[in-house]
């Protein structure tokens, strides 16, 4: 049997490669000097987030032979790592493949209560593009499609300098752009701020990293095929009281392992607060033309904006009206729900029209409100689910969780699904952790998952939310205290 290509075991996985690689060479060959670490780590940790614009991890080892001090390590050396669950890709990060991981810090020192000769520590580790935004910045124009620009940045040797695949998401306009002297991630997140799709109506893009290269793509595109139908799930996820892990004949039942939860946690899945604050539901964006020298004002409403998007729950595989994250329901004595109160968050821009005769421009005013709204709706609420290691999965993949409402099963002994919290969900972020021992160890997931849509529309309503108010009442501290002064409380003290 082919052991690398078969899972026997839920948290299989195979590691290829861990190695250091010097900045020195050998005396004799002339060849970098490399140290094998994969019998000598503890865990490994490595993670992916569309928020960020690399993947970091950490390694952390036992040693006994004084390493960091021996080899040394300093922070310019990099790491080779080839990971994968058997049978699926994974990370093949590799000097040979012209990309391996940057070694950038060390940390957690501390000597091994085990053995007095021995020491633990973290090894820290980035992706290489973010040393050479470190020390490199971007002062150029840029005329045409906003992807060619980025494609520019990320490969350019006086940029980036990357040598991993790109894969983009069509811009609509052709536009000229001029980057005044910033970091290459920041000029790439500046263009991305300008961003629209050529097939999807909402504003912004994302650059970010997996095993499987950069993207430079929207968030909508994450969440629908070609602008036509909702993208599928790549994985499907089941968390039950009481999970059933073997099969009738006593024999562990792998496949159900793997698609088993072990544990999960909702973080904040209601904060209607945030929502407000952070500009979800509602707000104002004022702009200051300054060819025309004139002030416009623009409202966002999350309900009126809703149906306009692909969002992770839908209708017979097209944009939902109805299954919004809050119900549509008049708030309190304002008459109004709450998304219609758009100052909650207010934001100026400056638009600056006819700045480029020949191209087209893209204005602030065109993208930040639905980018501000859209960005906070991916920060919760949030799932956090405790899985099995599968490299199949990145940052960027949709699953489907299903599970049960937390409560006695009813009187035919069934559960019921959640109908609001099942479905389909965001990987958001995804961390690989892996455990060595004696056994060959484990590998586990904890995917963090956010969902922008119910399974389930909310029940609405236009009845006005009013409880009964005591009339106003205002009161002089001096007459305050005048009538403790002749009350009773007073006597004796």
Request: hydrophobic residues 35%.
């Amino acid at each position: 049997m082919d052991y690398k290509n078969h899972i026997n075991n839920a948290g299989d996985f195979n590691l290829e490669a861990l190695e250091i690689i010097s900045y020195h060479r050998e005396q004799d060959s002339g060849d970098l000097f490399r140290m094998d670490i994969s019998n000598v780590f503890i865990s490994i940790e490595i993670t992916e987030d569309i928020f960020s614009n690399y993947i970091v991890g950490r390694v952390r080892i036992q040693d006994t032979q004084d390493i960091r001090t021996m080899l040394p390590i300093t922070g310019l050396e990099r790491l080779n790592l080839k990971l994968n669950t058997p049978g699926c890709p994974g990370y093949n990060a590799l000097d040979e493949e012209g990309h391996p991981f940057q070694i950038y810090k060390i940390e957690s020192v501390a000597q091994d209560g085990t053995s007095g000769r021995s020491q633990v520590y973290d090894i820290l580790f980035c992706s290489q593009e973010m040393y050479f935004n470190g020390i490199h910045r971007v002062s150029k124009a840029y005329a045409g499609p906003l992807e060619f620009a980025v494609d520019d940045i990320f490969h350019n040797k006086q940029y980036l300098n990357s040598t991993k695949r790109l894969n983009y998401e069509p811009t609509a306009i052709n536009e000229k752009i001029v980057i005044p002297n910033m970091k290459p991630i920041q000029a790439i997140k500046f263009i991305a701020s300008r961003s629209k799709s050529i097939k999807y109506k909402n504003a912004g893009y994302l650059f970010y990293e997996t095993s499987e290269g950069y993207f430079f793509r929207s968030i909508e595109s994450l969440l629908a095929l070609n602008g036509a139908a909702v993208r599928p799930v790549k994985f499907a996820y089941t968390y039950q009281a009481a999970n059933v892990n073997e099969t009738s004949t006593g024999v562990e039942d792998i496949n159900q392992k793997m698609r088993g939860v072990n544990k999960y946690e909702f973080k904040r899945p209601v904060d209607v607060l945030e929502h407000m604050t952070n500009g979800m539901l509602g707000n104002r964006l004022i702009r200051h033309d300054a060819f025309d020298k004139t002030f416009k004002t623009t409202d966002y409403n999350y309900f009126d904006d809703f149906g306009k998007y692909f969002h992770m729950e839908h209708d017979d595989t097209d944009k939902s009206q109805l299954k919004s994250l809050l119900p549509f329901v008049p708030f309190e004595d304002t008459n109004t729900d709450l998304s219609s109160n758009p100052l909650a968050k207010l934001m100026t821009v400056s638009n600056t029209s006819k700045l480029h005769d020949a191209y087209d421009t893209t204005q602030k005013s065109e993208t930040v409100q639905q980018m501000v709204s859209q960005r906070a709706q991916y920060m919760s609420p949030e799932l956090n689910l405790d899985v099995y290691g599968n490299t199949l999965l990145h940052a960027g993949d949709m699953i489907n969780f299903d599970m049960d409402l937390m409560r006695p099963l009813g009187e035919d002994g069934k559960s019921e699904p959640s109908p609001y919290w099942n479905g389909r969900y965001l990987i958001r972020a995804i961390k690989h952790k892996i455990v060595r021992a004696k056994d060959g160890g484990q590998h586990t997931m904890t995917i963090q998952c956010v969902k922008d849509s119910v399974r389930t529309e909310y029940p609405i309503s236009t009845e006005t939310m009013v409880v009964n108010k005591p009339e106003n009442e205002v009161n002089s501290i001096y007459d305050l205290d005048a009538n403790l002064l002749n009350s009773d409380l007073n006597e004796g003290v």
